[in-house]
């Protein structure tokens, strides 16, 4: 009997308590920038696309919900002809983003990828690529790879000497 | 043989290899850059130290490279001691120092030497900040990419180039830190074995041009264990697929037919494949005056067939196919689809190969003769693997020299520098210009001191008389205890499959279809499986051949001039498509396995001809039991029933990536894989991944070993014959001989 006093009193008394439940989606949560949700595909300063269809995120999404091909543009530079994530299985571990060597991939605080129809959660190049850089900022990965594929020459980056002349007695 | 002790156990090794080779047959992970079981040791990258102990009591040691190293009886070695595992460390430093930072845009990526070296050496920090080394790139033509920023200088490529493959246009330049591995000036390889640089450099410095216009990394592709059907050697090859297209040729290590190399042929020949000019979909004419147009719908061959059919089959179609055709149209309406003079000198040569007066040597026995007259054909350009093993077989008395002096054979650099280019007893004859006797005579002088004597010649250029010719100098050797090695040039990949059939010659098909001699027996329908008639006489007779008949069927694969006289064009599944046997020059029928899932109308030849045979193994049962010659197919080779630990044998990696995704723009639910009836091979990452028997290896890896290197683990021992049954085929004329 004296508990069940003690249990409406209680329950009572959360009546005075701050709200817990949240106005979804009237008003939007706050999420940390490196919340893991909806990934994309970023740009590098230049505003070209970054990933360079290296496959590590392929590679190492448990899941195995990353495709893509890779292609070579005319100045030799390395790009995805096309890149799919299938949402409807990806567990947004973020080991894509972790593997990935130039920053492309990111996840963002985007959580909303519920669909009534999972055909709806294939993504396209079209649909991943952002205009921006993302979370990292300034990384361009052709200025420190030591191919020329369009952005430096050979030779030409800065951690780089000017290319051997064979020719040349003098070391 | 010698006892030595590694790492504290006692291990029997051989004492004619040096220190590294015998550890890694052990299955000792030793990391090595320049040493290559197919050309021995230079000492030059100083990866693969190991530390020697003078004898028990001694227990600082020195610091020795393994691969420079005799074995000695009593041997105390330690592969594994601090010393020298921070000596190799620091090594690998060095030599990124000046490496790119290029993994993720390098095709050599994932497969790649250098990688594992790194990983297994456990260098992993850069301490060097200053500017790194760079070098301008070359053009080297079509197929090989050239990015020399990525060396490590090795010195494999020309060792492979120069040394072994007697290539002449790639060289070492420049000294120190700016050594430069390229040709004088920009241009295309001129070696027919340049190909093989991709696997021989064990950095991403030559990368392979042909496949990086469909680039897909090694963990991603599906592998399938293949025989190249360029020429008559039937080198094994991998053929790698990935979405349904073929990407590459890779070499598969077979000890007794090519070993660590295929030519260039082979590696980048199959883009064929691919071409546009594929016949995809069965095309109809409606009447002789009209077009040949592509139809939708299914068909069979039996919707077509006439009353009087005389069935042309192919010496570059496998065995399977060509008897699928023979079992459709009778033994006596067969034909091979070859002139009467190849095919009169096949059938001779095939009777001399099968008679127990000569032997049939392997590519690698080739490379042990000690003395070769090659009689009128020209190796290089009909056989180019040969050409290469002969090229080895030239240098059997520098070796023998060598050994005499206590080089041994695998100190490469000092018996080149013994031998100044000298090339052993080797002969090139042109057949024009030698009467038979004067043959026979010079082959006596030339064999008079010989072991193994070998002859080689060919259909393409050589004749009756050199066969005859061949016998003759045989009986003469028995008489001194010796047996001849003859090996033959045909002209195709299955020319000695082919000629074990019955079959017609052209001439007697043209005169068939003719049917001036026997109007009875006038043809009205003619097949002809993957032959392009048009290569094999000229136009107008095969012209005059094809208008007599009243309908003209063709199954093929590419739009040639035969296909398009074709009145029922049905499209023919590619070599790297179906799966079929082939029989190479020296007797060995070898089975290849179709590496991409057929879609749309696409049948292997042998389908299209018998639709009552649901997969190989009922083809090939059906041959053997009306060819016998052919039993150690089906006693021998793997079917579609065997399974390793109850499983099929995975044609993709482990690491395999996107199976989730790739179909998913199609379909977002994942459909089932591929179903392959005709073999024991899974298209799935799913199944048996261990050492398969030896002719269904898919591809090469080991743990810690992505790169090609991993071919080794296959192996009894580096540079010998794959385990698990040995190397891949069976020899037919051997069973020939037993009874
Ligand atoms: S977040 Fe994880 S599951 Fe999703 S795509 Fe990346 S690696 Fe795959
Ligand atoms: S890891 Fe990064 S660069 Fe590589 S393919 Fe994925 S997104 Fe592109
Ligand atoms: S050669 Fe190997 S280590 Fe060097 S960039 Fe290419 S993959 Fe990386
Ligand atoms: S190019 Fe390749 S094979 Fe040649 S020395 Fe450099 S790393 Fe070695
Ligand atoms: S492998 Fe021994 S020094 Fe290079």
């Given amino acids: 009997m004296l508990s069940l006093i003690r249990s409406i009193f209680y329950t009572f008394l959360h009546a005075f308590h701050k709200r817990e439940t949240q106005d979804y989606p009237e008003k939007m949560p706050y999420l940390p920038p490196r919340y893991r949700g909806r990934i994309i595909l970023s740009r590098d300063p230049d505003g070209k696309e970054r990933c360079v269809a290296c496959n590590l995120c392929a590679a190492v999404c448990p899941v195995d919900c990353i495709s893509l091909q890779a292609a070579e543009g005319d100045d030799g530079r390395r790009y995805p002809e096309f890149f799919r994530i299938n949402f409807s299985r990806c567990i947004y571990c973020g080991l894509c983003e972790e593997a990935c060597p130039t920053y492309a991939i990111q996840l963002i605080p985007d959580f909303e990828m519920a669909d009534y129809n999972r055909q709806n959660m294939v993504y396209e190049k079209e649909h991943l690529l952002i205009s921006g850089q993302g979370k990292y900022h300034g990384f361009n990965f052709y200025k420190e790879a030591g191919v020329n594929m369009g952005v430096k020459a050979t030779g030409g980056g800065e951690n780089e000497n000017q290319p051997v002349d064979l020719k040349s007695l003098i070391h | ?739």
């Fill in chain 2, 1 to 739: 043989m010698a006892k030595i002790q590694i790492d504290g156990t006692f291990y029997e090794v051989k004492s004619e290899k040096n220190l590294l080779d015998n550890c890694l047959a052990l299955g000792f992970d030793i990391p090595y850059f320049c040493f290559h079981p197919a050309m021995g040791s230079i000492g030059a990258c100083r990866l693969c130290a190991v530390k020697k102990f003078a004898n028990a009591d001694d227990k600082r040691g020195r610091i020795v490279m393994s691969c420079m190293e005799p074995v000695v009886e009593g041997m105390i070695i330690s592969t594994d001691d601090p010393d020298v595992k921070a000596f190799r460390e620091s090594i690998l430093e060095g030599l990124m120092a000046n490496h790119p930072h290029d993994c993720p845009v390098c095709d050599e990526g994932g497969e790649c030497h250098l990688q594992d070296m790194t990983v297994m050496t456990g260098h992993n920090y850069r301490r060097y900040t200053f500017k790194k080394r760079t070098h301008n790139n070359q053009y080297l033509g079509p197929y090989i990419k050239h990015e020399m920023n990525r060396c490590i200088q090795c010195y494999r490529c020309v060792r492979f180039y120069r040394n072994y493959a007697g290539g002449k246009d790639l060289n070492v330049f420049g000294s120190g830190n700016r050594v430069y591995f390229g040709r004088q000036q920009d241009g295309a390889l001129e070696s027919e074995f340049s190909g093989n640089l991709v696997e021989v450099c064990p950095t991403g410095v030559f990368t392979d041009k042909i496949f990086n216009k469909h680039y897909a990394r090694k963990w991603d592709l599906a592998h399938t264990p293949s025989v190249c059907q360029q020429c008559s050697l039937g080198c094994n090859i991998i053929v790698s697929e990935r979405y349904g297209m073929i990407r590459r040729v890779m070499n598969r290590y077979n000890g007794s037919v090519n070993g660590y190399f295929i030519c260039d042929r082979g590696r980048f020949g199959h883009e064929f494949i691919n071409s546009p000019d594929r016949i995809k979909k069965v095309h109809l004419r409606a009447s002789k005056a009209s077009e040949l147009l592509e139809v939708d719908e299914s068909c069979t061959l039996s919707d077509f067939m006439g009353k009087k059919v005389i069935g042309i089959g192919s010496p570059g179609a496998s065995l399977e196919s060509n008897f699928a055709l023979l079992n459709l149209v009778g033994k006596e309406n067969f034909s091979h689809g070859i002139s009467e003079a190849e095919h009169k000198l096949t059938n001779q040569s095939i009777r001399l190969l099968q008679s127990r007066k000569v032997y049939s040597p392997s590519l690698k026995e080739i490379e042990k003769s000690d003395a070769i007259l090659v009689l009128g054909e020209d190796i290089a350009k009909t056989a180019p693997m040969m050409a290469l093993a002969v090229r080895q077989a030239a240098r059997s008395e520098s070796i023998k020299l060598g050994e005499k002096l206590g080089i041994p054979e695998w100190n490469d650099y000092a018996v080149r520098e013994l031998d100044q280019n000298h090339q052993g007893p080797d002969f090139i004859v042109t057949p024009s210009a030698t009467k038979i006797h004067e043959l026979v005579e010079m082959a006596g002088q030339a064999f008079a001191k010989a072991e193994n004597p070998l002859i080689i010649t060919g259909i393409s250029g050589g004749n009756e008389d050199i066969l005859d010719a061949c016998s003759t100098i045989a009986d003469a050797l028995k008489k001194q205890g010796k047996k001849l090695s003859v090996s033959i040039v045909f002209p195709e990949c299955n020319s000695v499959g082919l000629a074990l059939l019955d079959g017609l010659t052209l001439e007697e098909t043209e005169e068939r279809i003719d049917g001036r001699q026997k109007a009875e027996e006038k043809i009205d329908t003619v097949i002809i499986l993957e032959n392009d008639l048009y290569k094999r006489a000229s136009k107008e007779r095969i012209d005059a051949m094809l208008k007599k008949c009243r309908q003209v069927i063709v199954i093929d694969h590419l739009m040639n001039e035969t296909a398009r006289q074709a009145d029922v064009l049905l499209p023919a599944a590619a070599f790297a498509e179906s799966a079929g046997t082939v029989v190479n020059n020296e007797g060995r029928a070898q089975r290849f396995y179709s590496a991409v899932p057929l879609t749309g109308q696409l049948k292997p030849g042998w389908s299209w001809c018998n639709d009552q045979w649901e997969n190989l193994d009922q083809v090939v049962n059906a041959l053997v039991d009306a060819y016998p010659v052919f039993s150690a197919i089906k006693n021998q080779m793997p079917d579609a029933d065997f399974r390793c630990s109850n499983e099929k044998i995975a044609r993709q990696t482990m690491r395999s990536s996107g199976r989730t995704a790739m179909n998913a723009n199609i379909s977002v639910s994942e459909p089932k894989p591929p179903q392959d009836n005709d073999s024991p091979l899974a298209f799935s990452m799913e199944g048996y991944k261990g050492s398969p028997p030896s002719g269904l290896i898919p591809y090469y890896w080991s743990s810690g070993w992505n790169s090609v290197q991993a071919t080794n683990k296959y192996l009894d021992e580096p540079d010998g014959h794959v385990r698990n049954g040995g190397d891949p085929g069976v020899r037919l004329f051997d069973d020939i001989d037993k009874e």
